[in-house]
Protein backbone atom coordinates (compact mmCIF):
# COMPACT_ATOMS: atom_id res chain seq x y z
CA UNK A 1 0.00 0.00 0.00
CA UNK A 2 1.20 3.70 -0.62
CA UNK A 3 1.83 6.35 1.84
CA UNK A 4 -0.93 8.84 2.67
CA UNK A 5 1.01 11.20 0.53
CA UNK A 6 3.12 10.01 -2.58
CA UNK A 7 4.85 10.83 -5.87
CA UNK A 8 5.14 8.25 -8.62
CA UNK A 9 4.33 9.69 -11.64
CA UNK A 10 6.22 12.73 -13.54
CA UNK A 11 4.21 14.90 -16.10
CA UNK A 12 6.37 16.59 -18.52
CA UNK A 13 6.30 19.99 -19.81
CA UNK A 14 8.04 21.18 -22.20
CA UNK A 15 8.83 24.78 -23.81
CA UNK A 16 11.01 25.60 -26.35
CA UNK A 17 14.26 23.43 -25.95
CA UNK A 18 13.37 23.05 -21.75
CA UNK A 19 12.14 19.75 -20.71
CA UNK A 20 10.75 20.43 -16.96
CA UNK A 21 9.71 17.04 -14.91
CA UNK A 22 6.53 18.13 -12.61
CA UNK A 23 6.49 15.59 -9.96
CA UNK A 24 2.79 14.66 -9.45
CA UNK A 25 1.78 13.91 -5.95
CA UNK A 26 -1.77 12.08 -4.63
CA UNK A 27 -3.26 12.74 -1.64
CA UNK A 28 -4.93 10.57 1.11
CA UNK A 29 -7.75 10.40 -0.75
CA UNK A 30 -6.22 9.80 -4.19
CA UNK A 31 -6.08 13.32 -5.69
CA UNK A 32 -3.43 14.31 -7.74
CA UNK A 33 -1.30 17.71 -8.73
CA UNK A 34 0.92 18.28 -10.45
CA UNK A 35 3.88 20.33 -8.47
CA UNK A 36 4.96 22.89 -10.20
CA UNK A 37 7.12 24.76 -7.89
CA UNK A 38 10.27 24.45 -10.26
CA UNK A 39 8.25 26.19 -12.86
CA UNK A 40 9.66 30.01 -12.66
CA UNK A 41 13.04 29.08 -11.57
CA UNK A 42 13.41 26.64 -14.10
CA UNK A 43 11.60 28.17 -17.26
CA UNK A 44 11.36 32.10 -16.15
CA UNK A 45 7.80 31.13 -16.56
CA UNK A 46 4.89 31.65 -14.51
CA UNK A 47 1.37 29.74 -14.42
CA UNK A 48 -1.41 31.97 -15.18
CA UNK A 49 -4.78 30.62 -13.60
CA UNK A 50 -7.51 33.45 -13.11
CA UNK A 51 -9.88 32.83 -9.60
CA UNK A 52 -7.36 29.90 -8.75
CA UNK A 53 -9.85 27.62 -10.88
CA UNK A 54 -6.98 25.10 -11.48
CA UNK A 55 -4.02 26.21 -8.41
CA UNK A 56 -4.20 23.90 -4.86
CA UNK A 57 -2.61 26.51 -3.00
CA UNK A 58 -1.49 24.35 -0.46
CA UNK A 59 -1.51 20.67 1.14
CA UNK A 60 -4.00 20.46 3.99
CA UNK A 61 -5.30 17.85 6.29
CA UNK A 62 -8.10 19.44 7.68
CA UNK A 63 -11.12 19.03 5.51
CA UNK A 64 -11.68 16.49 2.58
CA UNK A 65 -14.56 17.39 -0.07
CA UNK A 66 -15.37 16.05 -3.50
CA UNK A 67 -17.35 17.68 -5.39
CA UNK A 68 -18.63 15.51 -8.19
CA UNK A 69 -19.80 12.97 -5.19
CA UNK A 70 -21.14 15.32 -3.19
CA UNK A 71 -18.52 14.59 -0.09
CA UNK A 72 -17.96 16.61 3.14
CA UNK A 73 -15.70 15.69 5.50
CA UNK A 74 -14.09 17.27 8.60
CA UNK A 75 -11.13 15.29 9.52
CA UNK A 76 -12.11 11.98 7.56
CA UNK A 77 -15.23 12.07 9.69
CA UNK A 78 -18.58 12.96 7.28
CA UNK A 79 -20.72 15.90 7.81
CA UNK A 80 -23.41 13.51 7.86
CA UNK A 81 -22.21 12.37 11.06
CA UNK A 82 -21.33 15.57 12.93
CA UNK A 83 -23.93 17.03 12.28
CA UNK A 84 -26.28 13.98 14.04
CA UNK A 85 -24.29 13.27 16.65
CA UNK A 86 -21.75 16.23 17.63
CA UNK A 87 -21.86 19.97 19.11
CA UNK A 88 -20.33 22.63 17.63
CA UNK A 89 -17.95 22.91 20.51
CA UNK A 90 -16.81 19.55 20.05
CA UNK A 91 -16.38 20.08 15.82
CA UNK A 92 -14.68 23.29 16.85
CA UNK A 93 -12.23 20.86 18.79
CA UNK A 94 -12.31 18.29 16.15
CA UNK A 95 -11.38 20.94 12.99
CA UNK A 96 -8.73 22.97 15.05
CA UNK A 97 -6.60 19.82 17.22
CA UNK A 98 -6.97 17.08 14.16
CA UNK A 99 -8.88 14.43 16.62
CA UNK A 100 -12.51 14.05 18.61
CA UNK A 101 -11.62 14.97 22.07
CA UNK A 102 -11.59 12.82 25.05
CA UNK A 103 -13.69 13.37 27.66
CA UNK A 104 -11.03 15.04 29.89
CA UNK A 105 -9.86 17.29 26.53
CA UNK A 106 -13.31 18.25 26.10
CA UNK A 107 -13.93 19.46 29.44
CA UNK A 108 -10.91 21.57 29.60
CA UNK A 109 -11.78 22.81 25.70
CA UNK A 110 -15.34 23.93 26.85
CA UNK A 111 -14.22 25.29 30.31
CA UNK A 112 -11.71 27.56 28.40
CA UNK A 113 -14.45 28.86 25.82
CA UNK A 114 -17.15 29.52 29.22
CA UNK A 115 -14.16 31.38 31.16
CA UNK A 116 -13.34 33.76 28.12
CA UNK A 117 -16.58 34.48 26.85
CA UNK A 118 -16.71 38.30 28.23
CA UNK A 119 -15.08 41.06 26.87
CA UNK A 120 -13.49 43.88 27.97
CA UNK A 121 -15.98 46.26 29.43
CA UNK A 122 -14.40 49.51 27.47
CA UNK A 123 -15.13 47.48 24.15
CA UNK A 124 -18.87 48.05 25.30
CA UNK A 125 -18.38 51.67 23.99
CA UNK A 126 -17.15 50.34 20.72
CA UNK A 127 -20.50 49.46 19.68
CA UNK A 128 -21.85 53.26 20.22
CA UNK A 129 -19.70 54.44 17.84
CA UNK A 130 -21.18 53.06 14.91
CA UNK A 131 -24.09 54.41 13.15
CA UNK A 132 -27.55 53.06 13.43
CA UNK A 133 -27.93 51.67 10.57
CA UNK A 134 -24.62 49.93 10.67
CA UNK A 135 -24.29 46.07 9.19
CA UNK A 136 -23.15 44.10 11.87
CA UNK A 137 -20.89 42.06 9.31
CA UNK A 138 -18.73 45.50 9.00
CA UNK A 139 -19.09 45.65 13.13
CA UNK A 140 -17.72 42.55 13.85
CA UNK A 141 -15.21 42.55 11.59
CA UNK A 142 -13.70 45.66 13.31
CA UNK A 143 -14.72 44.65 16.57
CA UNK A 144 -12.60 41.16 16.03
CA UNK A 145 -9.59 43.18 14.71
CA UNK A 146 -9.53 45.59 17.97
CA UNK A 147 -9.41 42.55 20.18
CA UNK A 148 -6.01 42.28 19.65
CA UNK A 149 -5.44 45.44 20.86
CA UNK A 150 -6.24 44.42 24.76
CA UNK A 151 -4.45 41.11 23.83
CA UNK A 152 -0.92 41.98 23.23
CA UNK A 153 0.86 38.84 23.82
CA UNK A 154 -1.14 37.18 21.40
CA UNK A 155 0.32 39.55 18.61
CA UNK A 156 3.71 37.56 18.41
CA UNK A 157 2.15 34.27 16.34
CA UNK A 158 5.60 32.04 17.41
CA UNK A 159 4.28 32.25 20.94
CA UNK A 160 3.02 28.74 21.17
CA UNK A 161 1.88 28.86 24.83
CA UNK A 162 -0.34 31.92 23.69
CA UNK A 163 -2.04 30.14 20.38
CA UNK A 164 -4.58 27.81 22.59
CA UNK A 165 -5.63 30.21 24.93
CA UNK A 166 -6.05 33.23 21.99
CA UNK A 167 -8.34 30.33 19.78
CA UNK A 168 -10.31 30.13 22.76
CA UNK A 169 -11.05 33.34 23.65
CA UNK A 170 -11.84 34.14 19.70
CA UNK A 171 -14.82 31.02 19.32
CA UNK A 172 -16.73 32.30 22.92
CA UNK A 173 -15.98 36.09 22.43
CA UNK A 174 -17.05 36.33 18.55
CA UNK A 175 -20.40 35.13 20.23
CA UNK A 176 -20.96 37.63 22.82
CA UNK A 177 -19.84 40.16 20.42
CA UNK A 178 -22.19 39.22 17.83
CA UNK A 179 -24.97 39.14 20.12
CA UNK A 180 -23.97 42.36 21.60
CA UNK A 181 -23.73 43.70 17.99
CA UNK A 182 -27.53 42.81 17.31
CA UNK A 183 -29.25 44.44 20.63
CA UNK A 184 -27.08 47.69 20.21
CA UNK A 185 -28.69 47.64 16.27
CA UNK A 186 -32.33 47.41 18.12
CA UNK A 187 -31.55 49.18 20.95
CA UNK A 188 -32.02 46.63 23.71
CA UNK A 189 -29.54 45.86 26.86
CA UNK A 190 -26.49 43.93 25.94
CA UNK A 191 -27.39 40.73 28.14
CA UNK A 192 -24.06 39.29 29.38
CA UNK A 193 -22.84 35.76 29.10
CA UNK A 194 -24.48 32.77 31.35
CA UNK A 195 -21.63 30.26 32.54
CA UNK A 196 -24.90 27.13 33.22
CA UNK A 197 -25.56 27.60 29.65
CA UNK A 198 -24.30 25.82 26.75
CA UNK A 199 -22.40 27.50 23.59
CA UNK A 200 -25.67 27.46 21.53
CA UNK A 201 -27.64 28.39 24.50
CA UNK A 202 -25.51 31.03 25.88
CA UNK A 203 -25.97 33.05 22.39
CA UNK A 204 -29.34 32.32 22.17
CA UNK A 205 -29.86 33.72 25.19
CA UNK A 206 -27.48 36.60 24.32
CA UNK A 207 -29.51 37.59 21.32
CA UNK A 208 -33.25 37.62 22.58
CA UNK A 209 -33.28 37.62 26.27
CA UNK A 210 -34.35 40.91 27.81
CA UNK A 211 -33.42 41.72 31.74
CA UNK A 212 -37.48 42.73 32.40
CA UNK A 213 -38.62 39.45 31.81
CA UNK A 214 -37.28 35.54 31.69
CA UNK A 215 -36.39 33.75 29.00
CA UNK A 216 -35.99 29.61 28.43
CA UNK A 217 -33.49 28.68 25.83
CA UNK A 218 -36.08 26.60 23.48
CA UNK A 219 -34.17 23.37 22.95
CA UNK A 220 -35.47 23.10 19.20
CA UNK A 221 -33.87 26.41 18.06
CA UNK A 222 -30.55 25.24 20.43
CA UNK A 223 -30.63 22.32 18.32
CA UNK A 224 -31.21 23.79 14.93
CA UNK A 225 -28.24 26.16 15.87
CA UNK A 226 -25.96 23.46 16.83
CA UNK A 227 -26.71 21.98 13.50
CA UNK A 228 -26.47 25.23 11.35
CA UNK A 229 -22.85 26.14 13.10
CA UNK A 230 -21.51 22.69 12.12
CA UNK A 231 -22.43 22.42 8.31
CA UNK A 232 -20.93 26.11 8.30
CA UNK A 233 -17.50 25.08 10.50
CA UNK A 234 -15.31 24.42 7.74
CA UNK A 235 -14.63 24.28 3.71
CA UNK A 236 -11.34 24.08 2.75
CA UNK A 237 -10.00 26.72 0.82
CA UNK A 238 -12.56 28.56 -0.04
CA UNK A 239 -12.68 32.44 -0.49
CA UNK A 240 -12.66 33.73 3.53
CA UNK A 241 -10.87 30.67 4.29
CA UNK A 242 -7.80 31.76 1.61
CA UNK A 243 -7.73 34.94 2.69
CA UNK A 244 -7.50 33.66 6.38
CA UNK A 245 -4.01 31.95 5.31
CA UNK A 246 -3.45 34.99 2.83
CA UNK A 247 -2.83 37.94 5.39
CA UNK A 248 -1.63 35.21 8.15
CA UNK A 249 0.98 33.81 5.66
CA UNK A 250 2.42 37.51 6.52
CA UNK A 251 2.72 36.02 9.86
CA UNK A 252 -0.67 38.76 10.83
CA UNK A 253 -1.89 37.63 14.59
CA UNK A 254 -5.05 36.02 14.33
CA UNK A 255 -7.57 38.16 15.09
CA UNK A 256 -6.43 40.78 12.47
CA UNK A 257 -6.33 37.18 10.12
CA UNK A 258 -10.06 36.56 11.40
CA UNK A 259 -11.19 40.22 10.78
CA UNK A 260 -10.11 39.58 7.05
CA UNK A 261 -11.80 36.70 6.36
CA UNK A 262 -14.96 37.69 7.77
CA UNK A 263 -14.79 40.83 5.26
CA UNK A 264 -14.34 38.42 2.44
CA UNK A 265 -17.13 36.23 3.98
CA UNK A 266 -18.97 39.65 3.75
CA UNK A 267 -19.20 39.49 -0.43
CA UNK A 268 -22.82 38.40 -1.75
CA UNK A 269 -21.43 35.81 -3.80
CA UNK A 270 -19.91 34.08 -0.37
CA UNK A 271 -21.17 33.98 2.60
CA UNK A 272 -23.75 37.08 1.96
CA UNK A 273 -25.44 34.85 -0.44
CA UNK A 274 -27.51 33.96 2.30
CA UNK A 275 -28.93 37.27 3.52
CA UNK A 276 -29.13 37.96 -0.27
CA UNK A 277 -31.26 34.79 -0.89
CA UNK A 278 -33.80 35.82 1.97
CA UNK A 279 -34.08 39.37 -0.14
CA UNK A 280 -34.55 37.47 -3.43
CA UNK A 281 -37.09 35.30 -2.26
CA UNK A 282 -39.12 38.31 -0.74
CA UNK A 283 -38.71 40.10 -4.02
CA UNK A 284 -40.30 36.95 -5.65
CA UNK A 285 -43.22 37.02 -2.94
CA UNK A 286 -44.23 40.57 -3.73
CA UNK A 287 -43.98 40.65 -6.88
CA UNK A 288 -47.13 38.29 -7.32
CA UNK A 289 -44.75 34.76 -6.70
CA UNK A 290 -44.01 34.22 -10.14
CA UNK A 291 -40.93 31.82 -9.95
CA UNK A 292 -40.72 30.78 -13.56
CA UNK A 293 -40.11 34.57 -14.25
CA UNK A 294 -36.85 34.78 -12.08
CA UNK A 295 -35.80 31.69 -13.40
CA UNK A 296 -36.40 33.45 -17.00
CA UNK A 297 -33.99 36.20 -15.41
CA UNK A 298 -31.54 34.41 -13.91
CA UNK A 299 -30.66 32.94 -17.44
CA UNK A 300 -31.32 36.21 -19.74
CA UNK A 301 -27.58 36.96 -20.32
CA UNK A 302 -28.79 40.92 -20.67
CA UNK A 303 -29.76 41.10 -16.80
CA UNK A 304 -27.08 41.04 -14.11
CA UNK A 305 -29.75 38.75 -11.78
CA UNK A 306 -28.64 35.56 -10.59
CA UNK A 307 -30.48 32.51 -8.71
CA UNK A 308 -28.70 33.75 -5.35
CA UNK A 309 -27.73 30.36 -2.88
CA UNK A 310 -27.04 28.39 -6.55
CA UNK A 311 -24.44 26.95 -7.96
CA UNK A 312 -20.88 26.18 -6.59
CA UNK A 313 -17.49 26.87 -7.85
CA UNK A 314 -16.49 23.39 -6.49
CA UNK A 315 -20.13 21.81 -6.00
CA UNK A 316 -21.16 20.01 -9.35
CA UNK A 317 -23.87 17.56 -8.51
CA UNK A 318 -25.46 18.44 -5.15
CA UNK A 319 -24.07 20.49 -1.97
CA UNK A 320 -24.61 17.68 0.87
CA UNK A 321 -24.67 20.61 3.27
CA UNK A 322 -27.85 22.09 1.57
CA UNK A 323 -29.48 18.65 1.21
CA UNK A 324 -29.36 18.52 5.37
CA UNK A 325 -30.23 22.06 6.03
CA UNK A 326 -33.74 21.77 3.51
CA UNK A 327 -35.01 19.06 6.14
CA UNK A 328 -33.95 20.83 8.95
CA UNK A 329 -36.02 23.66 7.31
CA UNK A 330 -39.00 21.46 7.29
CA UNK A 331 -38.62 20.04 10.84
CA UNK A 332 -37.77 23.13 12.71
CA UNK A 333 -40.51 25.18 10.70
CA UNK A 334 -43.35 22.59 11.66
CA UNK A 335 -41.52 22.44 15.12
CA UNK A 336 -42.33 25.44 15.63
CA UNK A 337 -45.35 25.80 14.00
CA UNK A 338 -44.16 27.56 11.68
CA UNK A 339 -45.58 28.64 8.25
CA UNK A 340 -43.12 30.65 5.96
CA UNK A 341 -44.22 31.54 2.28
CA UNK A 342 -40.64 31.74 1.25
CA UNK A 343 -39.93 27.95 2.05
CA UNK A 344 -42.85 27.17 -0.61
CA UNK A 345 -41.38 30.09 -3.05
CA UNK A 346 -37.75 28.65 -2.62
CA UNK A 347 -39.05 24.79 -2.82
CA UNK A 348 -40.73 25.95 -6.28
CA UNK A 349 -37.52 28.03 -6.95
CA UNK A 350 -35.36 24.93 -6.64
CA UNK A 351 -37.49 22.15 -8.24
CA UNK A 352 -38.01 25.17 -11.65
CA UNK A 353 -34.18 25.64 -11.58
CA UNK A 354 -33.44 21.93 -11.63
CA UNK A 355 -35.71 20.68 -14.43
CA UNK A 356 -34.44 23.69 -16.57
CA UNK A 357 -31.51 22.98 -19.27
CA UNK A 358 -29.55 26.16 -18.56
CA UNK A 359 -29.41 24.87 -14.77
CA UNK A 360 -28.97 21.25 -15.72
CA UNK A 361 -26.11 21.84 -18.32
CA UNK A 362 -23.98 24.50 -15.58
CA UNK A 363 -24.13 22.11 -13.32
CA UNK A 364 -25.95 24.50 -10.94
CA UNK A 365 -27.36 23.45 -7.37
CA UNK A 366 -28.77 25.15 -4.43
CA UNK A 367 -25.96 25.84 -1.95
CA UNK A 368 -25.56 25.68 1.86
CA UNK A 369 -27.19 29.55 1.44
CA UNK A 370 -30.34 28.43 -0.16
CA UNK A 371 -32.31 27.10 2.77
CA UNK A 372 -30.21 28.49 5.82
CA UNK A 373 -31.98 31.96 5.89
CA UNK A 374 -35.14 30.47 6.23
CA UNK A 375 -34.35 28.28 9.06
CA UNK A 376 -32.68 31.48 10.45
CA UNK A 377 -35.37 33.84 10.12
CA UNK A 378 -37.91 30.99 11.79
CA UNK A 379 -35.47 31.39 14.65
CA UNK A 380 -36.00 35.23 14.90
CA UNK A 381 -32.64 36.33 13.32
CA UNK A 382 -33.22 39.46 11.29
CA UNK A 383 -31.89 39.26 7.72
CA UNK A 384 -28.79 41.61 7.90
CA UNK A 385 -27.22 38.75 10.89
CA UNK A 386 -27.70 35.97 8.47
CA UNK A 387 -23.93 36.41 7.39
CA UNK A 388 -22.78 37.14 11.07
CA UNK A 389 -24.49 33.04 12.08
CA UNK A 390 -22.30 32.15 8.81
CA UNK A 391 -19.01 34.08 10.30
CA UNK A 392 -19.71 32.36 13.91
CA UNK A 393 -19.99 28.79 12.46
CA UNK A 394 -16.93 29.17 9.92
CA UNK A 395 -15.02 30.65 12.49
CA UNK A 396 -12.81 26.90 13.58
CA UNK A 397 -12.31 26.18 10.17
CA UNK A 398 -10.43 29.68 9.84
CA UNK A 399 -8.36 29.15 12.66
CA UNK A 400 -7.57 25.53 12.23
CA UNK A 401 -6.77 26.81 8.51
CA UNK A 402 -4.19 29.52 10.43
CA UNK A 403 -2.75 26.96 13.07
CA UNK A 404 -2.38 24.64 10.49
CA UNK A 405 -0.17 26.73 8.40
CA UNK A 406 1.39 28.71 11.33
CA UNK A 407 2.95 25.62 12.90
CA UNK A 408 4.10 24.20 9.38
CA UNK A 409 7.81 24.90 9.05
CA UNK A 410 7.46 24.96 5.58
CA UNK A 411 5.26 27.97 5.19
CA UNK A 412 6.28 31.44 3.10
CA UNK A 413 4.04 34.32 2.47
CA UNK A 414 1.82 33.89 0.10
CA UNK A 415 2.55 36.21 -2.47
CA UNK A 416 0.86 35.56 -6.04
CA UNK A 417 3.04 36.25 -9.70
CA UNK A 418 0.96 38.42 -12.18
CA UNK A 419 0.96 38.50 -16.12
CA UNK A 420 1.28 42.08 -16.70
CA UNK A 421 -0.99 43.95 -19.55
CA UNK A 422 -0.22 47.55 -18.78
CA UNK A 423 1.40 50.15 -21.08
CA UNK A 424 5.05 49.45 -21.79
CA UNK A 425 8.21 52.22 -20.92
CA UNK A 426 7.13 55.66 -21.02
CA UNK A 427 7.93 59.25 -19.87
CA UNK A 428 6.20 61.18 -17.54
CA UNK A 429 4.16 64.15 -19.17
CA UNK A 430 4.20 67.70 -17.60
CA UNK A 431 0.76 68.78 -16.68
CA UNK A 432 1.26 71.68 -18.83
CA UNK A 433 1.68 69.51 -21.75
CA UNK A 434 -0.68 67.08 -21.38
CA UNK A 435 -3.70 66.78 -24.10
N1 LIG B 1 -27.74 31.96 -11.39
C1 LIG B 1 -27.67 31.97 -12.75
N2 LIG B 1 -26.58 31.60 -13.44
C2 LIG B 1 -25.52 31.18 -12.75
C3 LIG B 1 -25.51 31.13 -11.33
C4 LIG B 1 -26.67 31.53 -10.65
N3 LIG B 1 -26.71 31.51 -9.31
N4 LIG B 1 -24.33 30.67 -10.90
C5 LIG B 1 -23.59 30.46 -12.01
N5 LIG B 1 -24.32 30.75 -13.14
C6 LIG B 1 -23.90 30.57 -14.54
C7 LIG B 1 -22.93 31.66 -14.97
O1 LIG B 1 -23.59 32.78 -15.53
C8 LIG B 1 -22.09 30.91 -15.99
O2 LIG B 1 -22.84 30.81 -17.16
P1 LIG B 1 -22.08 30.83 -18.61
O3 LIG B 1 -21.23 29.61 -18.63
O4 LIG B 1 -23.18 30.84 -19.61
O5 LIG B 1 -21.26 32.11 -18.63
C9 LIG B 1 -21.98 29.50 -15.40
O6 LIG B 1 -23.18 29.35 -14.62
C10 LIG B 1 -20.76 29.28 -14.53
O7 LIG B 1 -20.76 30.28 -13.52
P2 LIG B 1 -19.47 30.96 -12.91
O8 LIG B 1 -19.82 32.30 -12.36
O9 LIG B 1 -18.35 30.88 -13.91
O10 LIG B 1 -19.14 29.94 -11.73
P3 LIG B 1 -18.18 30.22 -10.52
O11 LIG B 1 -17.68 28.90 -10.10
O12 LIG B 1 -17.17 31.26 -10.88
O13 LIG B 1 -19.12 30.87 -9.42
C11 LIG B 1 -20.68 31.12 -7.66
C12 LIG B 1 -19.69 30.19 -8.36
C13 LIG B 1 -19.99 32.46 -7.33
C14 LIG B 1 -21.13 30.47 -6.37
C15 LIG B 1 -21.89 31.36 -8.60
O14 LIG B 1 -22.53 30.14 -8.87
C16 LIG B 1 -22.87 32.38 -8.04
O15 LIG B 1 -22.70 33.59 -8.26
N6 LIG B 1 -23.92 31.92 -7.27
C17 LIG B 1 -24.85 32.84 -6.63
C18 LIG B 1 -24.23 33.39 -5.36
C19 LIG B 1 -24.19 32.35 -4.26
O16 LIG B 1 -25.15 31.64 -3.99
N7 LIG B 1 -23.03 32.31 -3.57
C20 LIG B 1 -22.83 31.41 -2.44
C21 LIG B 1 -21.87 30.30 -2.81
S1 LIG B 1 -21.67 29.18 -1.48
C22 LIG B 1 -20.70 30.00 -0.40
O17 LIG B 1 -19.82 30.74 -0.74
C23 LIG B 1 -20.95 29.87 0.96
Known amino acids: MPPAIYTDKHA ?54 DGELGILRYRGIPIEELADRSSFVETSYLLVYGDLPNHEQLHRFSTLLTRHSLIHEDMKNFFTGFPPGAHPMAVLASMVVSLGTYYPDSLNVD ?21 FAYKKSIGQPFVYPQNHLRYCA ?3 NMMFSVPAEPYEVDPELEKAMNLLLILHADHEQNCSTSTV ?40 RDDGGNVK ?8 KASTFRLMGFGHRVYKNFDPRAKLIKVAAD ?9 DPLLDIAKELEDAALSDDYFIERKLYPNVDFYSGIIYRAMGFP ?22 MMLDPTTKIARPRQLYTGPTHRHYVPLEERG
Open 12 to 65: ALGISDIRLDCPVITGTEGEQAIDVAQLRARTGLVALDPAFVNTAAVKSSITFL
Open 245 to 284: RMVGSAKANLFASISAGICALWGPLHGGANQEVIEMLENI
Open 202 to 204: NFL
Open 293 to 300: KYVALAKD
Open 159 to 179: NRAQMDITIARLISKVRTIAA
Open 383 to 404: TNMFTVLFALGRLPGWIAHWRE
Open 331 to 339: RVLSRLGIK
